[in-house]
């Protein structure tokens, strides 16, 4: 994941989300870092190729047109509002964090801001879970089916003490009722 991010990660649960090849693809992340910042990005997308198809995305504007889509389908602002409580229910199974008290991310419920994170949860909670993340992956490039993975450099740490064979640390699958591990 580190490799996947160039940067250490922080305040990883688990694997929310997996390539078909293994490798992360969302991981999970605790309401609160370990130097105390609250943090309420639950699901946090890693995978680069995913990252950049979320963000070729955002660059063409189709948050405007979910934005539009949520002031225009009352089921689909429905959808994305049920995903909004959805995502506190599975971030609160890590502790309650008084600070985020009611944020989850993405703008959600009442808006679109970052496809990487609705999208983040689709693919962790499955389809259906959030009605933007559906529709941003139905758009994307990219498809949680089909492996584009690079080694990432992960090679580095296949082997090494703690770290399975993707380069993941240890025993850290998610799965809870909100999302679950591929």
Known sequence: ????????????????????CGNPTVVATAPRLEDGTPFPTF???????ATA??????????MVECNELLGADESVAAGYAQAHADYLADRSQFGDVPEIAGVS????PSRVKCLHAVAA?????????????DLAL?????????????????????????????????????????????
């Open 138 to 182: 139905e758009r994307s490039s990219w498809s949680p089916d089909v492996c584009v993975c690079r080694d990432y450099g992960l090679s580095k740490y296949v082997g090494a003490e703690g770290f399975d064979e993707y380069g993941a640390r240890g025993d850290d699958d998610f799965d809870t009722a909100g999302g679950a591990s591929t």
């Open 105 to 108: 991310a993405g703008g959600m």
């Open 53 to 62: 198809a979320m963000s070729y995305l955002e660059a063409a504007q189709v």
């Open 1 to 20: 994941m580190a490799a996947q991010l160039g940067r250490p990660m922080r305040g990883v649960v688990g694997i929310a989300a997996r390539c078909v």
């Open 43 to 49: 699901y946090y997308m890693t995978h680069p190729a």
């Open 121 to 133: 949860q689709s693919l962790a909670a499955g389809p259906g879970a959030n009605p933007i993340g």
